[in-house]
């Protein structure tokens, strides 16, 4: 594999790029003690963007919410946490969008991690220094190489995901150092998102997002879901479908669909 090159800290951050003017933002609603916005993806990208280049800079963590999150977190207190900690909270997937149609009455525009990450690219190129942690070893050079070729992107650092915590302080003074404006974190569901918010500070970068299997894909280890199946928000059913590694995680989706339908006969009640 040809090495990925990477550039070092600039001197002078590059400007913004102008966003166009942003409506006023909506109140978060609430799922299971879980914050959510009600955010476009354009709007997204116009927030991420403005905090990417702001002086000073700023840490910013991200959450693109989907159901797993929200039953796992149901067992995990410092998961819960740092998604009430997160300054973003996007509906991933149309479970989400679901559940805040069933508990709340509202249509929520969805915002999924992949979209998020592209988006930003494809607006920023040349401007924009991403670091690349996690997958497996490898897949993060790939990744960056790919996106350097299609993007046009700066580098600013590459790291797998299997670390143990004993390692976390030296992977984020790594990332500290690379002045990214974007943090990639692709360690799992909870274990990313935790340690994006114990580690901002030290991370210190203006945007820094749990995605998921988002650097498998864009390394080309990972297919990216039909469009048909991104546009109606299912490609989570999609992949189950056809990955038996994924089929033990159906049962979460089962579980939520219950915990939404329970909580609605509870408010239902009230």
């Given at each position: 594999?040809?090495?990925?090159?990477?550039?070092?800290?600039?001197?002078?951050?590059?400007?913004?790029?102008?966003?166009?003017?942003?409506?006023?933002?909506?109140?978060?609603?609430?799922?299971?003690?879980?914050?959510?916005?009600?955010?476009?993806?354009?709007?997204?990208?116009?927030?991420?963007?403005?905090?990417?280049?702001?002086?000073?800079?700023?840490?910013?963590?991200?959450?693109?919410?989907?159901?797993?999150?929200?039953?796992?977190?149901?067992?995990?207190?410092?998961?819960?946490q740092a998604i009430q900690?997160?300054?973003?909270?996007?509906?991933?997937?149309?479970?989400?969008?679901?559940?805040?149609?069933?508990?709340?009455?509202?249509?929520?525009?969805?915002?999924?991690?992949?979209?998020?990450?592209?988006g930003l690219m494809e607006?920023?190129?040349?401007?924009?220094?991403?670091?690349?942690?996690?997958?497996?070893?490898?897949?993060?050079?790939?990744?960056?190489?790919?996106?350097?070729?299609?993007?046009?992107?700066?580098?600013?650092?590459?790291?797998?995901?299997?670390?143990?915590?004993?390692?976390?302080?030296?992977?984020?003074?790594?990332?500290?150092?690379?002045?990214?404006?974007?943090?990639?974190?692709?360690?799992?569901?909870?274990?990313?998102?935790?340690?994006?918010?114990?580690?901002?500070?030290?991370?210190?970068?203006?945007?820094?997002?749990?995605?998921?299997?988002?650097?498998?894909?864009?390394?080309?280890?990972?297919?990216?879901?039909?469009?048909?199946?991104?546009?109606?928000?299912?490609?989570?059913?999609?992949?189950?479908?056809?990955?038996?590694?994924?089929?033990?995680?159906?049962?979460?989706?089962?579980?939520?669909?219950?915990?939404?339908?329970?909580?609605?006969?509870?408010?239902?009640?009230?």
């Amino acid at each position: 594999m040809r090495l990925v090159r990477l550039l070092p800290p600039p001197v002078l951050q590059s400007a913004p790029r102008m966003a166009s003017p942003q409506p006023s933002p909506q109140p978060r609603l609430t799922l299971f003690d879980l914050p959510l916005d009600v955010i476009t993806l354009p709007a997204t990208l116009d927030r991420l963007g403005e905090w990417m280049f702001r002086a000073p800079r700023a840490p910013h963590t991200v959450v693109t919410l989907n159901p797993e999150f929200i039953v796992q977190s149901r067992t995990h207190p410092e998961f819960v946490q740092a998604i009430q900690e997160a300054d973003l909270v996007t509906a991933d997937g149309v479970g989400i969008v679901w559940a805040a149609r069933q508990l709340h009455g509202r249509e929520v525009p969805r915002a999924p991690g992949y979209d998020i990450v592209k988006g930003l690219m494809e607006r920023h190129g040349a401007d924009l220094r991403v670091f690349f942690l996690g997958a497996k070893p490898g897949v993060a050079e790939q990744a960056a190489q790919n996106a350097v070729r299609d993007y046009g992107i700066q580098v600013a650092g590459v790291h797998h995901g299997y670390f143990d915590l004993p390692e976390d302080r030296r992977v984020a003074e790594l990332v500290g150092s690379s002045q990214a404006h974007l943090v990639l974190t692709g360690m799992g569901a909870g274990r990313q998102e935790t340690f994006n918010q114990y580690w901002r500070q030290v991370l210190g970068a203006p945007v820094i997002i749990g995605c998921g299997g988002v650097i498998d894909v864009f390394a080309g280890t990972a297919d990216l879901a039909p469009a048909w199946t991104r546009k109606l928000g299912v490609e989570f059913i999609w992949r189950v479908g056809l990955d038996r590694r994924r089929w033990n995680r159906a049962p979460r989706l089962a579980q939520f669909v219950r915990l939404v339908q329970a909580e609605k006969r509870r408010a239902g009640g009230r």
